[in-house]
C-alpha cells in the first residue's frame, strides 16, 4: 500500500498523505464536511468517479483523474498534489508556502503574492516576475 509520507497509516487511511499541512480533501477540489462515502478513500461519492472503488483495494486508481497542479505525473518521481511535497515543483516544499495559514486544513486562505488568482503554494513564480520562486 502506498505511504507517500511514511508515517504511521497508508494513503487512503490518511487525511494528509502529503505531509504538508493540507488536508487531502482540499488539495483534490472537495470540500463537503456531510459527505458521504462508500469506499472510504476520502472523496464524497457525489464526486467520485467510482463509489465503491478505490485504489486501497486495487480496483481504482485516482491518479487518473486527480488534480495535478505541476503536471509532473507522467516523469519519475511525479505525483498528483495529495501526493507530492511540492504542489507547483518550484523547488520549495507546499509546507512551507503557506498554503493553510490559519493551521484548518483548508487552502480558502493561502498566500497569493502577485494577486494572479493562483495561490503561492500552486504557483512557480510566487510574484509574477517572470523568474521561477526557487531562481530567487
Do not use: C
Not at 15 to 32: I, K
Not at 34 to 49: I, P
Amino acid at each position: 500500500m502506498v505511504n507517500t509520507d511514511q508515517a504511521d497509516e497508508p494513503d487512503y487511511l490518511d487525511s494528509d498523505a502529503d505531509n504538508d499541512g493540507l488536508l487531502d480533501l482540499f488539495e483534490a477540489g472537495f470540500d463537503n464536511p456531510l459527505r458521504t462515502d462508500a469506499d472510504q478513500d476520502g472523496l464524497d461519492d457525489a464526486f467520485d468517479l467510482a463509489p465503491g472503488r478505490d485504489a486501497a483495494n486495487g480496483s481504482g486508481n485516482p491518479a487518473e483523474w486527480m488534480p495535478d497542479h505541476d503536471d509532473d505525473l507522467l516523469t519519475p518521481g511525479g505525483n498528483v498534489d495529495f501526493r507530492d511535497n511540492d504542489d507547483d515543483n518550484d523547488g520549495i516544499y507546499t509546507e512551507f508556502e503557506f498554503a493553510d495559514p490559519n493551521g484548518n486544513g483548508r487552502p480558502s486562505d493561502a498566500r497569493d503574492t502577485d494577486a494572479d488568482n493562483k495561490p503561492n503554494y500552486l504557483d512557480n513564480d510566487d510574484d509574477n516576475d517572470g523568474l521561477y520562486t526557487i531562481a530567487e
